[in-house]
């Protein structure tokens, strides 16, 4: 068994046992981080994870654990909750790329996990955590997507499951997959951001184990989107890696992730962070703008329900992801967002509308000078797009007029001539 990790405060700089069962720092509250003991051996490394992707069961099976070594090292293999997940593709479509005036975007669907979104990456070494501190239930505030994967993996860890959603503002599928996979599913009336606050209330009062990203083991298992990615392009590191951000834990894990494999030397130099958030939900994006001088609360409203959050959790680790790698921070309006959808989706790729900020993200840079002609860009897809259809309903069968990218269905009655007057001979 590898050395036990620790936590660390990033406050006060306080540090835990790996297997403190502590949600926040206890002496002054703060967010903790997994702290690993790394030793600088990236070739090495880089042999070991490309070997495990022979392995078709058990844990290196999964593109989350094929990197223990960076992720939880001292798990044993029969501790490990995984269903598996990851080995998500790195696709290239030229539609796409045409749109954004990008020659080289690449886009990394996380939406191909087993409960279609990046949270699963997360989740899997939570779940294995919350088991291994011998957890009975589980918990979470959700817009939808984390909800679906922790109940999921409670049910494949046998622990209860608890969620807490804002009433009226979760996608159908996430919400029918939440129950579907029998988690106790609690409907709050008010916003994400008073679920967050009251499930960490809950959980600290009835001794719950919560899984949202405050959680430092959640992103010691987003840190594999990047590991991933780096492997598929042979280490070479690309210019920019765009993302959607909301809670502002992937773009935390992101900047650990980069940083750590710097430190261990399977990469020589940073890729740069850009993190896009939908216009109405900004205030990350407005904390950047202001030189990050204070942090920013806003009312948050936009389409992309994953990422209608105000009051970001994570924001103090996001900030120095976005430091470290001289990353930027933009926002797109829901108008950009939908296009780029509609454009990723008429690629035969698809996603939800949360992650088509990442696309429509880095079209905007890329037209303001940021992002150069030639850079090589990684745009994350975080969400299927089955999980959030109902803006696809509008879209194509209900907003008039309709939008210049709407595909409307076409009745017809059951005969060959009404086919052909519709398609006319040869299609
Ligand atoms: N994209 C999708 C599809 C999401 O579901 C989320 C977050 C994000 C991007 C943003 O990631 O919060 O780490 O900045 N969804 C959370 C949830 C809040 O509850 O499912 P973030």
């Known amino acids: 068994m590898e050395m036990p990790s620790s936590q660390v405060c990033e406050r006060c ?8 069962p502590a949600s926040v720092c206890p002496v002054c509250g703060g967010l ?10 990236g070739a090495e490394l880089a042999r070991g ?17 094929r990197y223990r070594e960076l992720v939880l090292p001292s798990a044993t293999t029969a501790q490990i909750v995984s269903q598996p997940e990851g080995n998500t ?16 975007l690449l886009m990394k669907h996380e ?55 804002p009433a009226g503002q979760v996608a159908m599928g996430k919400l029918m997959q939440t129950l579907a996979y029998g988690a106790k599913t609690l409907i709050v009336r008010g916003n994400f951001d008073d679920c967050l606050s009251l499930a960490r209330d809950a959980s600290a009062a009835l001794g719950i184990q919560l899984l949202n990203s405050i959680n430092p083991f959640r992103l010691e298992g987003q840190k594999s989107i990047v590991f991933e990615m780096l492997e598929q392009l ?16 992937n773009t935390s894990a992101f900047g650990k992730a980069i940083r750590e494999a710097l430190e261990v030397g399977l990469i020589s130099h940073a890729p740069r962070i850009a993190a896009i ?19 920013v609360r806003v009312a948050p409203e936009t389409v992309a329900t994953a990422i209608r959050i105000g009051a970001p959790a994570s924001w103090d680790r996001a900030v120095r992801a976005i430091r470290e790698t001289n990353g930027v921070v933009a926002a797109v309006t829901d108008d950009e967002l939908l296009e780029a959808k509609a454009v990723i989706d008429s690629a035969g790729v698809g996603c939800e509308p949360a992650s088509a900020a990442s696309v429509a993200g880095a079209r905007k840079l890329r037209a303001e000078g ?12 975080t969400g299927h797009l089955l999980k959030d259809p109902g803006i696809l309903v509008k879209v194509h069968q209900e907003t008039e007029p309709p939008p210049k990218y709407a595909n409307r269905p076409i009745e017809i009655d059951p005969s060959v001539a009404e086919v052909e007057r519709v398609i006319g001979r040869g299609g």
């Not at 700089?13 to 403190?20: K, Q, R, Y």
């Not at 903790?32 to 051996?41: M, P």
């Not at 479509?93 to 045409?98: D, L, M, T």
């Not at 940021?370 to 897809?381: E, K, Y």
Request: one cysteine or more; charged letters at 20%; a positive charge.
């Open 49 to 65: 994870f490309a070997a495990r992707r022979q392995e078709l069961r058990g844990p290196y099976a999964s593109g989350v654990w």
């Open 13 to 20: 700089g306080h540090e835990l046992d790996e297997l403190a």
């Open 370 to 381: 940021v992002i150069g002609p030639h850079d090589t860009v990684v745009s994350v897809l």
């Open 277 to 295: 958030q939908a216009a109405g939900a900004a205030p990350f994006a407005q904390g950047f703008h202001e030189h990050f001088e204070k942090v």
């Open 111 to 165: 939406g191909h996990n087993p409960t279609g979104s990046f949270k699963d990456r997360g989740m899997t070494v939570a779940m294995t955590q919350a088991r291994r501190l011998g957890a009975r239930a589980v918990a979470c505030a959700s817009t939808g997507n984390t909800s679906a994967s922790l109940a999921a993996y409670a049910a494949l860890a046998g622990l209860t499951a608890l969620v807490f959603v």
């Open 32 to 41: 903790l981080e997994v702290k690993h003991r790394l030793i600088a051996r």
């Open 89 to 104: 593709p790195l696709l290239e479509r030229p539609r796409v790329s045409s749109w954004a005036a990008i020659e080289r």
């Open 234 to 249: 042979d280490w070479s590191p690309p210019d920019w890696i765009v993302l959607p951000a909301g809670n502002l834990g």
